[in-house]
């Protein structure tokens, strides 16, 4: 049977591949080479991708159209099952994503026939393509809520995959396009590189208030396996496509210093020839592991900072502080690691001082600040129009979802431009001129 995976055309607010290649990549290789089914997809993010070619793929549908729900396109999402079912009334209709887990209320007013909602999403997707297979009526499913009759029922617990994912299709995805988009970032320095993601690693045992991942991923991280399939992985898509460099997809990269062990033994530059990125928590990084991880192509690190007291204290327990991450800044330094620190703009109470002293210890550290706008996920689930959903992500401005005392001009500009923005923060909001750096930001060696 033909699968189309279809993400809707959407203008993104908050631009990031890594979800690209690992949502629509994974899924549409375990759809093909687990479930035997032919695959198509088409991937709306790339401006080529028009409402024409929407009503083209409509038009020609048959079977399963799974669509991807991400948090930029669920109301061109809900637009595009109207097509469906205007142009093509046979066809059935799944959606998964992170989208389709956060909006599921709304999307419950749709005519979808399935929602996907727990991870691993693959085994209840290839479940739901049997059915329509088999020519039988939407029944129910793991982890999915299931249309029958114009009633949604949940389904027992989704099934999880324990690390044992497909990699990234590329042959299927639009590479090529994605090439041409603008990077979601880019470091003073740089080379100009080819990446590719893979996830590495599904959910979090942690469950912070600002982070929709264990939610939307599961409540305990999984690794991958298969770790020498990953390297000839790597080594191929060097020598078929020019990547040069991978994202590691995934929470806690350092979790366990075994698996790191493993990993750089195995899936290191030297094995591959392409160089990696990961995140991770400050606590498991230390010198001697982040030697090692350099040694074996590792070229930048992430943490989240997300916001630090006046005092040095982290707003968060178990965050980073001031002196620790003044440490780490060096040790990354020392090893050419370019160390990226995540933080969060607009959290509930949090002033333009503590912002200001948050991006001020980042760039003494010598790291480089990602701030982005805080938002409560879990108060999407309440959301009453899909339109609303534009104004929940990681770039624009929080309201109405959510809470912080940081005007909305504030949060955009700390976000979009944040050395602008801290020009703008003085003795006015407790910040004495003395605490800006006096000496340049120190850069590790690239
Ligand atoms: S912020 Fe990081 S540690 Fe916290 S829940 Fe999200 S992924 Fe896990």
């Known amino acids: 049977m033909l699968i189309r995976i279809v993400s809707a055309p959407c203008v993104s607010a908050y631009l990031n591949l890594d979800h690209h290649f690992v949502e629509l990549g994974e899924v549409a290789a375990h759809l093909r080479d687990r479930a035997g089914h032919e695959v198509r997809v088409?991937?709306?993010?790339?401006?080529?991708?028009t409402w024409d070619t929407v009503v083209e793929e409509a038009l020609h549908a048959t079977g399963l159209v799974v669509l991807h729900v991400t948090l930029?396109?669920?109301?061109?999402?809900?637009?595009?099952?109207?097509?469906?079912?205007?142009?093509?009334p046979g066809t059935r209709i799944a959606l998964y994503g992170r989208g389709a887990y956060h909006l599921r209320r709304l999307f419950q007013r749709t005519d979808a026939d399935w929602i996907v909602l727990e991870q691993d999403w693959e085994p209840a997707l290839a479940e739901i393509a049997a059915q329509v297979a088999a020519g039988a009526e939407p029944g129910p499913v793991p982890g999915t809520l299931t249309r029958t009759a114009g009633t949604w029922t949940r389904g027992p617990a989704g099934v999880r995959l324990a690390g044992d994912w497909e990699l990234p299709a590329l042959d299927l995805l639009p590479v090529a396009g994605y090439a041409r988009l603008p990077a979601d970032e880019s470091y003073p320095g740089r080379e100009p590189e080819r990446e590719l993601a893979v996830g590495l690693s599904r959910g979090c045992d942690s469950y912070c208030g600002y982070c929709p991942i264990p939610d939307v991923m599961g409540r305990h991280e999984y690794f991958r396996t298969g770790l020498d399939t990953l390297a000839g992985y790597l080594r191929a898509a060097r020598e078929s496509h020019g990547y040069t460099a991978v994202s590691l997809f995934g929470a806690n990269f350092t979790a366990h210093r075994d698996y790191v062990h493993d990993f750089c033994a195995r899936v290191g530059t030297p094995r591959?020839?392409?160089?990696?990125?990961?995140?991770?928590?400050?606590?498991?990084?230390?010198?001697?592991?982040?030697?090692?991880?350099?040694?074996?192509?590792?070229?930048?690190?992430?943490?989240?900072?997300?916001?630090?007291?006046?005092?040095?204290?982290?707003?968060?327990?178990?965050?980073?502080?001031?002196?620790?991450?003044?440490?780490?800044?060096a040790w990354c330094a020392a090893e050419g690691i370019l160390?990226?620190?995540?933080?969060?703009?607009?959290?509930?109470?949090?002033?333009?001082?503590?912002?200001?002293?948050?991006?001020?210890?980042?760039?003494?550290?010598g790291a480089v600040p990602r701030p982005m706008t805080y938002v409560d996920y879990r108060r999407l689930a309440a959301a009453e129009d899909f339109a609303d959903v534009f104004w929940a992500n990681r770039k624009t401005v929080s309201e109405p979802f959510g809470r912080g005392i940081l005007s909305m001009r504030d949060t955009a500009l700390a976000v979009h431009s944040w050395e602008r923005w801290l020009d703008t923060v003085g003795?006015?909001?407790?910040?004495?001129?003395?605490?800006?750096?006096?000496?340049?930001?120190r850069r590790p060696a690239l």
């Open 272 to 329: 591959t020839g392409v160089t990696w990125k990961c995140v991770t928590s400050h606590a498991e990084l230390d010198p001697p592991l982040l030697g090692e991880m350099a040694a074996a192509g590792c070229t930048r690190v992430a943490v989240g900072v997300e916001s630090l007291l006046p005092d040095g204290r982290n707003r968060f327990s178990g965050r980073v502080g001031a002196e620790r991450l003044a440490d780490l800044g």
């Open 72 to 88: 930029d396109n669920t109301l061109e999402t809900a637009r595009t099952i109207r097509l469906l079912r205007q142009l093509s």
């Open 427 to 441: 003795p006015a909001d407790g910040r004495p001129s003395d605490e800006r750096p006096s000496a340049a930001p």
């Open 42 to 49: 088409v991937d709306g993010v790339l401006p080529e991708v």
């Open 339 to 365: 160390l990226i620190c995540f933080v969060m703009v607009g959290l509930p109470g949090q002033t333009r001082h503590e912002v200001a002293v948050t991006l001020d210890t980042v760039r003494a550290a």
